[in-house]
């Protein structure tokens, strides 16, 4: 194959594989916004939508992952298209988690709308921290698709917000059970729900890390696999 050849070849794959991955991370975007609307409004074809993103997530992570390792495997690509490769190699397993958390938050949801036959009990903590966690997926899905590393330099300060308000919503849910403000079933699935969500921001900030590196080359900050397990 003539390096013109080659070249082109290249290129193709790589345009597919950014195909990919903006569908990859559309989708995890939607699981997560679906998700919450469950939480807050029992919506039955958002909970069915929701289960049908996460396969839909699984199984085309599968196929980028593939479509990944022909790249490197058949074309050696060197320099910025081979950080774009092994970063969407990460990316994809994120998203991939991004959009199990949801079906989990979807799960726990149903529970709590089950159980809470009175109406919801008010935790406003938690909508504020579900809305921070959709605001840096946006903000780091949209930093991937568009190549822009500025975008994430302070990702992990909104992550920090995050952390915090989980760390309230723990002692809320906490002191709501023993007052028996909060039934035990309840409680329990919004302590999962408040993890859940803990746990989608720190795969935005392993995004907004991944895109800066895939931009400029250098890693920043600490590999989140440091901070706390996947």
Known sequence: MSPATERKALSEGLDKLRENMTTLAELAQLAIRKATDVLEHDGDSDSSAVFTLDQE?????????KSCVDLIALHAPVARDLRRI???????????????YSRD?????????????????????????????IQMVDTAIRAF???????????????DAVDSLHDQVFLDVVDQMADRSLSPTVGAQYILINRYLERISDHAVNIGQHVIYMVTGRRPWRPLSQKREN
Not at 86 to 100: A, K
Not at 107 to 131: C, F, N
Not at 145 to 159: C, F, P, T, Y
């Open 105 to 133: 938050i979807v799960e726990s949801a149903t529970r709590i709308h089950e159980a809470a036959k009175d109406g919801l009990p008010q935790l406003p903590k938690v909508h504020r921290m579900s809305e921070l966690t």
């Open 145 to 159: 698709v568009e190549g822009d590393a500025e975008s994430v330099r302070n990702i992990i300060q909104a992550d």
């Open 57 to 65: 997530i699984f199984g085309l992570r599968e196929e980028t992952v």
């Open 86 to 100: 092994t970063t969407s190699l990460e990316i994809t397993t994120d998203l991939d988690r991004i959009g199990r």
